[in-house]
């Protein structure tokens, strides 16, 4: 945003400079590969229009008095910005009128006001004549950081996950402290997130923690979950895919294919391999969203259908490809499950696999290991005597010799083992290869390349961002 003179000016000449680039880039065209000149021109395109946008932004509010009115006191720096310059004060004069001295008002204004006293934002806005509806706003006035966060540890969260996913980032400051703006934002991020209501939670009342609509869930729970917890992270994951729902409602939901030999042969038709970057790229040309976390704990992995979109949540800690792409197509296989229905009604804790959870490990493998997921995981029990001690060098030799990946095999078995009662998933994880480029920072590159944020406002935006750092939380 453009905040005085100097600053429009430079925006202006930016705005002539990429003219001119784009002119210069249409004379060179002819030596350039068309894909990479429309590359170029689409960028420049991109920011041209974001340039112009803040000039127009800002000669409209110098032409006209405006009137604002906000329901949020987070909107207040910004409107604060756009109503001085409404009201025709320079940032100079507007110090003088309030009785500050130059510096302050510009470092404020600089800095989005994001450190400034609550009280001061209000009376800001009260000179500027912004509207806001005084019930909402006043709550805050004595607002304390320390008991704010004491009140949702005692709801079931951890201190880690409120500052990673809740505390928008640009209000952290140095330790553990918060300007108090940020827990303002913090408190109507948690209104929108589970409809608590701010002034309920300054008060300390009794929040609702099983909101989720159980009836668009599938969760595979760890046991020592515990309810509480594990009911308020359930609520923020289906919150997130709500929001990646609305940002990708333009793409087309596609057809999926329910015979794993389809599926593999698509696959490697379109991409020539089947691994976990080209299985990524398949579900989401069927218009499937897929959501990596980085949080630990709570549940290993989710699926929603919203409104017929398929949403694909992954928290899974490894850094092998094998093992995300066994885990994506496994939730893929529920997304295939009952397509007449717009909504899924599934909840699963962790315990014994029931059918649609063999079916879907089962077509997992066949996919990853060419249909040949139950010959192979035979021949290693053979070869091994059924001993649990040579099964893992087995695994190796056998996925050497019949030229398939020993990392999905070992998932497979691992998978065929946990049907017998026996956990085998540390030994294929000691088998799984790490990847440098983390399948992690993959998928979460492909969704941020999909995501429409013009669907999202600014606070949507922000909790997204945040639920896609790659700070692990453990929750």
């Known amino acids: 945003m453009i905040k005085n003179e100097k600053e429009y000016e430079v925006t202006k000449r930016e705005v002539s400079n990429f003219i001119e680039s784009l002119d210069k880039l249409e004379l060179d065209r002819e030596g350039m590969h068309p894909k990479l000149y429309q590359l170029y021109k689409d960028a420049m395109i991109s920011q041209l229009n974001d340039l112009e946008d803040e000039v127009r932004e800002y000669e409209s509010l110098k032409d006209s008095h405006l009137y604002f009115r906000i329901n949020s006191l987070t909107e207040l720096p910004r409107i604060i910005t756009k109503a001085r310059i409404s009201e025709g004060y320079s940032q100079e004069t507007f110090a003088a009128f309030l009785g500050l001295p130059y510096e302050e008002l510009y470092k404020l204004e600089n800095n989005d006001y994001v450190y400034a006293d609550i009280n001061l934002l ?15 706003v006043k709550i805050y006035e004595n607002v304390s950081v320390t008991s704010t966060i004491k009140k949702l540890l005692a709801l079931g969260m951890n201190s880690k996950f409120v500052f990673e996913r809740i505390i928008p980032t640009k209000f952290l400051l140095k330790g553990s402290n918060v300007a108090h703006l940020g827990i303002v934002a913090m408190l109507e991020y948690l209104q929108k997130i589970f409809q608590w209501d701010p002034k309920d939670i300054l008060e300390g009342t009794q929040m609702e923690t099983s ?14 979950a515990k309810e509480s917890w594990a ?24 057809y999926i294919p329910s015979d794993w030999k389809i599926v593999n042969s698509e696959i490697l038709e379109r991409y020539g391999e089947v ?7 398949f579900v989401w040309d069927l218009g ?3 959501i990596p976390l ?3 704990g709570a549940f290993h ?19 092998s490809s094998s093992r995300w792409a066994f885990d994506l197509l496994h939730e893929l296989f529920h997304a295939l499950q009952e397509p007449e229905a717009s909504e899924r009604t599934i909840i ?15 077509f997992a493998g066949n996919v990853l290991l060419n249909g040949r997921a139950n010959e192979l995981a035979q021949k290693c029990v053979v070869i091994s005597k059924g001993s649990l001690e040579r099964l893992k060098g087995t695994v190796v030799k056998v996925a050497k010799d019949e030229k398939v990946s020993a990392s999905s095999l070992a998932n497979y078995l691992a998978f065929r083992l946990s049907l017998q009662g026996q956990d085998w998933w540390g030994a294929a994880s000691n088998l799984q290869l790490n990847d440098s480029n983390e399948p992690f920072k993959i998928a979460k590159e492909v969704l941020l390349n999909n995501i429409d944020f013009k669907k999202l406002d600014e606070a949507e935006t922000e909790i997204v961002l945040q639920a896609l750092s790659e700070n692990e939380v453990i929750v």
Do not use: C
């Open 122 to 136: 209000i009376d800001i806005a009260e000179k500027l004549k912004v509207d806001f509806p005084e019930e909402k």
């Open 211 to 224: 909101l989720l609509p159980v009836s668009m869930a599938r969760f595979k729970m760890p046991k020592n």
């Open 231 to 254: 009911n308020v992270y359930t609520n923020y994951a289906y919150y997130i895919a709500e929001l990646l729902s609305k940002s990708i409602e333009d793409k087309p939901v596609k």
């Open 275 to 281: 691994s976990f970057t080209s299985v990524l790229s």
């Open 288 to 290: 499937i969203a897929v």
């Open 294 to 296: 980085k949080d630990t």
């Open 301 to 319: 992995g989710a699926f929603w259908r919203m409104s017929g979109r398929n949403i694909i949540l992954l928290k899974q800690k490894s850094s």
């Open 348 to 362: 699963e804790e962790n315990g014994d696999l029931d059918n649609e959870e063999k079916h879907a490990n089962q």
